[in-house]
């Protein structure tokens, strides 16, 4: 009988980790992906320059925790880029589920900041020991 170890499933938080830096890249070129979905822009209305810095600002962040988690070793590493994503997206659930302008937008930002951190936080487990 052979007892063969399990690979751990580590593509499932590196494919979330390429996912997010992405999805950052994709931001910090042109911030209106974010500023409209979020009411910080308004449909038609050019996007105020403080709101593009604060986008990129969380695009940096989310390039930096997307990229740790694509490419951090397995096992402790991976635990911890994981955690990082994961408290970006609490921040992001409290911030901008009670900041944004309007209570539609709030719950919409604080949705995906939710399910996002709940997946990035699943993957945990397959993190690799």
Same mark, same amino acid.
């Given at each position: ?8 499933? +580590? ?6 980790? =390429? ?10 070129? @042109? ?10 822009? &308004? ?5 105020? +320059?403080? +709101? &593009?810095?604060? =986008?990129?600002?969380? /695009?940096?962040? @989310?390039?930096?925790? /997307?990229? &740790? ?5 397995? /096992? ?10 994961? /408290? ?9 589920? +009670?900041?944004?302008? @309007? ?5 919409? &930002? ?20």
């Amino acid at each position: 009988m052979s007892t063969k170890r399990s690979r751990p499933l +580590t593509w499932i938080p590196r494919l979330l980790g =390429v996912a997010t830096a992405g999805y950052s890249v994709a931001i910090i070129a @042109d911030p209106s992906l974010f500023a409209r979905p979020t009411g910080l822009q &308004a449909d038609g209305a050019p996007l105020p +320059t403080a +709101t &593009a810095i604060g =986008v990129r600002a969380l /695009g940096g962040r @989310d390039l930096a925790s /997307g990229l &740790a988690m694509a490419l951090a070793p397995a /096992g402790k590493a991976l635990r911890t880029a994981i955690a990082v994503r994961v /408290g970006a997206d609490v921040a992001d659930l409290a911030v901008l589920g +009670t900041s944004l302008p @309007d209570r539609s937008y709030r719950a919409k &930002a604080a949705g995906v900041a939710a399910a996002w951190g709940t997946l990035c936080g699943l993957s945990y487990l397959a993190a690799g020991d």
